[in-house]
């Protein structure tokens, strides 16, 4: 018989098969759930502080350059922090790994609302992004253990929805209380959510199949491209796992030099697209922000496009619609940039497009990690690219506020467009590329 660690319900009259099904399904709804639940909290304890930006400039608490030092700084504790707990996290139980991190951020976020001055905000944010860093890897390893390779573009694309369903209540949720309270109970608030949601996770989550008791999801499934990526590198330690395949992977350099060009898009936009709206338009800051829930909105519908026809259409290679969303994401940064009229609906539908195609490279790169890399060490291959990525976004920190400063928001747009169309080049390599080999790819 089958052992369980708390089966959910006691199943006396079913058969090993029945119950390993029974179990399999119900804990692979659990997590994705829980999942879900737990990034979008880490995502509203990251945007809080630029949800509540425009108010702290106009109470002349930080200037223009200070944020996007912030930015910066926060981007590549971040990315390094990403990388770092990736490593740590393939021998961790992610229950509590995410767990204690998202109660960590939310400790953070408290703090912040209660302090005045800028070493104290960088200081801040800089822990904020340190325990940020737990939150991708344990999902990257429960997503590539309790789904598998046939149908985890589906899946994983529906639990990347987190990040926009996060993105788009932090900034309508951190105005409307900026707007009544102030910036400080703005940045509080988020605090307390990811408290009791670091509460919850430690709570509901589980380890992979396997510490249940369970066989492999690709046993389970009998999924071909699952067992080939099982089986490669067998018998290999944590050190030549995270060697062959991962640091001196080539698949995966190209992946995260395409992630850094990605994130220079979406985090511009996200972290720029609000002030673009107060200036170019005079909005105020819950129209401003609206927008930016736009583009998450576009980015949630992306994102299951891109995971769907990956797996539909090719089969689950995911270099194809990696493509064919850098070329979107290029043209939607182009028609913004260049629309012959003002106005918030065109504007907003613009904002929507972009988030649309950047959010699937964003879910489709991370992902692709995962498949071109060890079995065993989804969480330190997500974390490598990751750390690229967060480069890229740091480019959109202060680089970018800079930029804007000596070539206003023309500059902004070329430095954007540039990066998407450096993106897609990047991944053509990709149009072929499927599973890792004895030689790292």
């Not at 909290?41 to 930006?53: G, I």
């Not at 060697?243 to 720029?272: E, F, H």
């Amino acid at each position: 018989m089958i052992r369980f660690l708390r089966s959910p319900t006691p199943l006396p009259e079913l058969t090993g098969q029945q119950e390993i099904d029974h179990s399999y399904r119900y804990w692979r709804r659990h997590i994705l759930l829980t999942l879900y639940l737990g990034y979008a909290l880490f995502y509203v304890t990251r945007k809080s502080f630029n949800a509540a930006v425009p108010d702290m400039l106009a109470s002349g608490v930080l200037e223009r350059t200070d944020i996007g030092l912030l930015a910066t700084l926060f981007y590549v504790t971040y990315g390094l922090s990403k990388f770092i707990s990736g490593i740590v996290s393939d021998d961790s139980n992610p229950r509590y790994f995410m767990g204690i991190g998202l109660i960590a951020t939310g400790v953070v976020n408290l703090l912040f609302g209660l302090s005045s001055s800028l070493w104290l905000f960088a200081s801040l944010w800089v822990v904020n992004a340190f325990f940020q860093g737990w939150g991708w890897p344990p999902c990257s390893k429960l997503l590539t253990t309790w789904y598998s390779r046939s149908e985890r573009g589906s899946w994983w694309a529906l639990w990347n929805t987190a990040h926009n369903v996060g993105g788009a209540l932090t900034p309508m949720l951190v105005a409307a209380i900026t707007l009544h309270y102030g910036w400080r109970l703005g940045m509080m608030l988020p605090g307390v959510l990811a408290i009791i949601g670091g509460l919850f996770l430690c709570w509901r989550l589980r380890d992979k199949p396997q510490t249940m008791g369970l066989p492999s999801v690709g046993q389970w499934r009998q999924d071909a491209l699952e067992i080939e990526q099982q089986q490669v590198g067998e018998g290999l330690n944590r050190r030549q796992i995270l060697r062959r395949y991962v640091l001196t992977n080539p698949y995966l350099w190209l992946l995260g030099c395409s992630y850094v060009m990605v994130y220079v898009v979406r985090a511009a936009i996200n972290d720029w697209g609000n002030l673009y709206m107060t200036e170019r338009l005079g909005s105020d800051l819950v129209t401003a922000n609206s927008v930016v829930t736009l583009f998450e909105v576009g980015g949630f519908i992306g994102a299951l496009v891109a995971g769907w026809g990956s797996d539909q259409l090719f089969n689950g290679n995911r270099g194809p619609m990696n493509l064919i969303f850098a070329a979107g994401t290029l043209l939607a940064v182009g028609a913004l940039w260049l629309m012959p009229f003002v106005s918030y609906l065109m504007q907003g539908a613009c904002f929507f497009t972009i988030g649309f195609f950047v959010f699937g490279p964003q879910m489709l790169i991370g992902m692709a990690a995962a498949e071109c890399s060890h079995k065993e060490s989804a969480g330190a291959a997500t974390g490598f690219v990751g750390l690229f990525a967060y480069m890229g976004a740091a480019i959109s920190g202060y680089p970018l506020a800079r930029i804007l400063e000596q070539w206003q928001w023309d500059g902004f747009f070329v430095a954007i467009s540039l990066a998407a169309g450096i993106s897609g080049l990047l991944l053509l390599p990709f149009l072929k590329a499927q599973t890792p080999r004895n030689r790292g790819v």
